[in-house]
């Protein structure tokens, strides 16, 4: 469909939808452009575009999520999945920021973290620092999360495998 047209301007990890919107998932910052010659609008690893014709980039929904070391040049968003009202997204990252409130918004997530997708705001739960490295996928089936990546401890606990089974709550 040519009348869809959103420009990331790099490389995406992953796509998922809420039925209204699309979500990318990408490494570090990057613009995003709708149409050809469309002025772009800056995000941090994860933009929301609308499936209108013509599409436009989400202004108001911009959480910034950083790197581990609370850099968002480094960090990443590598699975999404949407449960029916929130945002499941995983990657490599340690902080949530809220972008109006950089100084008291920051909520350490580490790599896993649900989003509100009806409006932004601080996010509506995180899984606390139970993976110690990236996850690259997410899956719901039958009220369970299923995590899977390059992580070698779970809550503090040396687990030798790469998956892993959470209640998505």
């Known amino acids: 469909d040519g009348t869809w047209n959103p420009h990331p301007y790099t490389p995406l ?10 979500y ?23 933009a929301r575009i609308t499936k209108s014709t013509p599409p436009t980039v989400d202004s108001t929904w911009t959480p910034l999520i950083v790197g581990p070391n609370g850099d ?3 960090g990443s968003v590598n699975a999404m999945v949407y449960d029916g009202v929130n945002l499941i997204v995983g990657g490599n990252f340690g902080f949530v920021v ?14 896993l973290v649900k989003l509100s997708t009806a409006s932004w705001g601080p996010p509506t739960a ?6 110690d490295n990236t996850i690259r996928g997410v899956l719901l089936f039958n009220g369970s999360l299923y ?23």
């Open 98 to 111: 809220d972008p109006n409130n950089i100084i008291t918004g920051e909520t350490q997530l580490v790599d």
């Open 147 to 169: 995590v899977g990546g390059d992580f070698f401890y779970i809550n503090s606990t040396y687990q030798d495998r790469k998956s892993t089974r959470l209640n998505s709550s």
């Open 13 to 22: 990890n992953c796509l998922e939808t809420d039925g209204a919107n699309v």
């Open 126 to 131: 995180g899984y606390g620092n139970i993976f």
């Open 24 to 46: 990318i998932g990408a490494s570090g910052l990057f613009k995003v452009g709708i149409g050809a010659n469309a002025s772009s609008v800056s995000v941090a690893n994860i």
């Open 72 to 74: 968002p040049a480094i």
